[in-house]
């Protein structure tokens, strides 16, 4: 099995930076595409950003030219650099894997909360 820990949320102000990472660890040479997700309150779970094994990358409309998703294969690990945050940033953001085999997201992490206020 597959386990995804994020790490790095927190509270920022309107117009900072933060880093999310997550560490895969477990059956990782099941992992495929990896990528972010985030919900706000009262919000539906959108897709942030997501990158392929080969690093090719994909990201939402709100936040393109704004985040940055990277991956380290040594690590196992993925990156989210959020630079000038915004308070609709504020969500939980989720970590997701795909797997070999299988359509669509099939790993989740437990999520960190990102809080953009003044």
């Known amino acids: 099995q597959v386990q995804l820990v994020e790490s790095g949320g927190g509270l920022v102000q309107p117009g900072g930076s933060l880093r999310l990472s997550c560490v895969a660890s477990?059956?990782?040479?099941?992992?495929?595409?990896m990528g972010w997700y985030r919900q706000a309150p009262g919000k539906e779970r959108e897709l942030v950003a997501h990158?392929?094994?080969?690093?090719?990358?994909n990201y939402a409309d709100s936040v393109k030219d704004r985040f940055t998703i990277s991956r380290d294969n040594t690590k196992n690990t993925i990156y989210l650099q959020m630079n000038s945050l915004k308070p609709d940033d504020t969500a939980v953001y989720y970590c997701t894997a795909n797997r070999q085999f299988r359509a669509g997201v099939y790993y989740w992490g437990q999520g960190t909360q990102v809080t953009v206020s003044s």
């Open positions: 990158i392929t094994r080969d690093g090719n990358t």
């Open positions: 477990g059956d990782i040479f099941r992992i495929t595409t």
